[in-house]
């Protein structure tokens, strides 16, 4: 079993910033990607960003260089640094991992968190 802890939500003004951490713990062999998607009120979970092991991000087309996603391969950590947020960047932020775990026969598997709210707001 695999477990991911986000930390890092909360309210912040318009303009401003947030950094949102992640941390994969359990039986893990490989982690290929890991990343972020966001859900908000009424709307469908889409993609935020995602890097692999080796360092290739992804970008939801919304992110307009506003974010920047890193990762410690060392720690199973996943970070996501937010500027320039907007109202509209308000939803629940969930981490997600494509875990090989130490059993590398069970096959690649999805793993969540548990999400962490991020608001934008006046």
């Known amino acids: 079993q695999v477990h991911l802890v986000e930390s890092g939500g909360g309210l912040v003004h318009p303009g401003g910033s947030l950094r949102l951490s992640c941390v994969a713990s359990g039986s893990i062999f490989s982690i290929n990607p890991m990343g972020w998607y966001r859900q908000a009120s009424g709307k469908q979970r889409e993609l935020v960003a995602d890097?692999?092991?080796?360092?290739?991000?992804n970008y939801g087309d919304f992110v307009k260089d506003r974010f920047t996603i890193s990762r410690d391969n060392d720690k199973n950590t996943v970070y996501l640094e937010m500027n320039s947020l907007k109202p509209e960047d308000t939803a629940v932020y969930y981490c997600?991992?494509?875990?090989?775990?130490?059993?590398?026969?069970?096959?690649?598997?999805?793993?969540w968190g548990q999400g962490t709210q991020v608001t934008v707001s006046s």
């Open positions: 890097i692999t092991s080796g360092g290739t991000r």
């Open positions: 997600n991992a494509q875990v090989l775990p130490l059993e590398t026969m069970l096959g690649w598997r999805t793993y």
